[in-house]
Nanobody
Framework: VQLQASGGGLVRAGGSLRLSCAAS????????VAWFRQAPEKEREFVAA????????YYADSVKGRFTCSRDSAKNTVFLQMSSLKPEDTAVYYC??????????????????WGEGTLVTVSS
C-alpha cells in the first residue's frame, strides 16, 4: 500500500483542520493506520490510530477530546479531524500503516508503510 497525507496548513489557535491519508494499491481498511507528528527538534510522537478491520480508535492523551480519527472505506482514506488546535500541535504530521494490528500501535517502529508528511502550523 502507498499512502499520501494531505490537508496541512496554517491555522490560528482554536481553529480546525482535517488531514487526509489516501491509500493506493491495497484496501486501507485491512490495515491499522496511525497518525504521528514531529515538531522541530523533537522526537516523532503518536497522535491517533484506527484499528485494522474495525472502527476502534486510540488517541494520545494530549489530543484526546480534540482530535478524531476515522475511516472512509469508499474513499480508501483515513482522516484526522483536528479541533481546538493549540500552538503546541504545530508539527509535521505523518500517516502510517501496518498489518496485522499490534498492541503497540503507538510505537512508530512497528509501522512499515509511511506517507509523506504534511505540515500543520498553529499560530497563537
Amino acid at each position: 500500500v502507498q499512502l499520501q497525507a494531505s490537508g496541512g496548513g496554517l491555522v490560528r489557535a482554536g481553529g480546525s483542520l482535517r488531514l487526509s491519508c489516501a491509500a493506493s494499491g491495497r484496501t486501507l481498511s485491512a490495515f491499522t493506520v496511525a497518525w504521528f507528528r514531529q515538531a522541530p527538534e523533537k522526537e516523532r510522537e503518536f497522535v491517533a490510530a484506527v484499528r485494522s478491520s474495525s472502527s476502534t480508535t486510540y488517541y494520545a492523551d494530549s489530543v484526546k477530546g480534540r482530535f478524531t480519527c476515522s475511516r472512509d472505506s469508499a474513499k480508501n482514506t483515513v482522516f484526522l479531524q483536528m479541533s481546538s488546535l493549540k500552538p503546541e500541535d504545530t508539527a509535521v504530521y505523518y500517516c502510517a500503516a501496518r498489518w496485522p494490528h499490534t498492541v503497540q500501535y503507538y510505537n512508530a517502529i512497528h509501522y512499515h508503510t509511511w506517507g509523506e508528511g504534511t505540515l500543520v502550523t498553529v499560530s497563537s
